[in-house]
């Protein structure tokens, strides 16, 4: 079967590509790819080409495809997991397989380290080791996109779950955020931050009783404000507050201000910038866990922590890159249940839009880029739909399912765009 693809040869070098796959063995699935939305990680990963640690050395040569959040139906289910898979059943993926025998060793990744299986394709397979890892979740919801969206929502689902606490004289640690805790979500307003807003909103199992989120943008916290809002989340009992910190004279003395003076629990660092992982720092309280979630592109980059503070009030940090299995499945029952992650996104396109987006992610503002591969589309931001209609008759239609959802993305708009938009040649 030919398919299209989004491949790596080097830095900075993504080809639109058509080629054969090769027949799946027994032990093999083919599949259709139908959406995947853009990650920043795969911008590093095209910027540092062999030097990143998920890439073969040998990309130049046998290149690999690109994506990792991404969804789509089987087509074809070989022998061996035939009792298990079907034809027709709706997928996603766990990209962190953790497989020692994989391309690159244990960090082998579907998007990352694969000829034959990425995101960014009409259709891919499917190797052993990703069933042998239980790596390929079905989904039973509607649509595809919350089942791409279910890997970013993981990795904030993991974050929360990696947070610890400890009790003064045990060498116990309690993991977890603090039920009914102070939380903060810092720089909180881009796409992973919305989606750990949302998760921390709706998660029945645990949640905190403040949630301060901050940024620097009021735009942007505008937005998540309007679609994460303050009276839902006291219908769940969380004082939630939106707050511009740039508009503060001392914003660590104010942020522990709103805590009474004790400073967080849980704090959350979703920008790799040094000022805001030291700000993170400063307002923890007792026994309060710093999360570093977001990954920097610099091998050397560094903050200052305040290791007094470490001593004497037993504060501490860990960091996540990515969900494990369960984090996904509890993501998958999430959006499978009706948690709608639409809000993430802000772009569509097709798949010739993605060599271009993913090389140039940071300088695109928005949340996700939502990619669906069968398509021709440019990366278009949802609030454009409107003026692109008067001229286009599906975006005309798009603007107005969109404007029935408050501006945001839905099943209806993707169904609409899968029946109607032009194909890819």
């Known amino acids: 079967m030919k398919t299209k693809a989004v491949r790596l040869y080097g830095k900075k070098d993504l080809r639109l590509e058509e080629f054969d ?44 495809i690109v ?50 299986i990425g995101g960014n394709a009409t259709y891919v397979i499917i190797p ?32 929360m779950h990696a947070n610890y606490h400890t009790t003064p004289g045990s060498y116990v640690h309690k993991m977890e955020i603090v039920e009914g805790g102070k939380m903060a979500i810092l720089a909180g307003v881009g796409p992973m931050g919305l989606a750990a807003i949302n998760y921390a ?16 943008d ?12 303050v009276d839902f989340a006291k219908s769940r009992g969380i004082n939630l507050r939106y707050i511009n910190t740039a508009t503060m004279k001392d914003a660590n003395a104010e942020l522990r201000e709103i805590t009474g003076g004790e400073g967080y629990d849980d704090v959350f660092v979703f920008a790799p910038v040094k000022q805001v992982i030291e700000q993170g720092d400063a307002i923890l309280g007792f026994d309060g866990c710093l999360n570093f979630f977001a990954g920097p592109n610099d091998p050397n980059f560094k903050a200052e922590l305040n290791f007094y503070n470490v001593h004497y009030a037993y504060t501490h940090i860990v960091g996540t890159s990515g969900g494990n299995n369960e984090d996904m499945l509890e993501a998958l029952d999430m959006m499978g249940k009706g948690l709608d992650p639409a809000g993430l996104i802000t772009h569509i396109g ?69 029946e109607n938009a032009d194909k890819l040649a």
């Open 67 to 116: 994506g990792h959040e991404f969804a789509g139906e089987l087509i074809e289910v070989g022998s061996k997991w035939q009792d298990k898979f079907k034809a027709g059943d709706k997928f996603s993926i766990q990209p962190a397989i953790n497989y020692e025998d994989g391309p690159v060793g244990i960090l082998s990744a579907p998007g990352y380290s694969y000829q034959h």
């Open 21 to 64: 796959l090769p027949p799946i063995k027994d032990n093999e699935i083919l599949a259709k790819v139908v959406s995947d939305s853009l990650c920043m990680s795969s911008y590093k990963a095209s910027s540092q080409g062999t030097d990143h640690k998920r890439i073969p050395d040998d990309v130049a040569e046998n290149p690999i």
């Open 201 to 216: 909103l709706n998660r029945d199992d645990r949640r905190p009783s403040l949630l301060v989120i901050t940024d620097i």
């Open 128 to 159: 052993n080791e990703v069933m042998e890892q239980d790596c390929l979740l079905p989904y039973h919801g509607e649509g595809f996109y919350p089942a791409s969206l279910a890997e970013p929502l993981s990795c904030v689902i993991g974050a």
């Open 350 to 418: 097709g798949l010739d839009a993605v060599a271009d987006a993913t090389n140039n992610l940071p300088d695109i503002p928005g949340g996700k880029k939502l990619i669906y591969t069968h398509i021709t589309m440019p990366l278009t931001p949802i609030s454009d739909f409107a003026k692109l209609g008067e001229s286009n008759d599906v975006f005309k239609q798009l603007a107005s399912i969109c404007d029935k959802n408050k501006g945001l993305w839905s099943v209806e708009a993707e169904t609409y765009l899968l």
């Open 218 to 229: 009021q735009t942007r916290l505008d937005r998540a404000a309007s679609l994460y809002t």
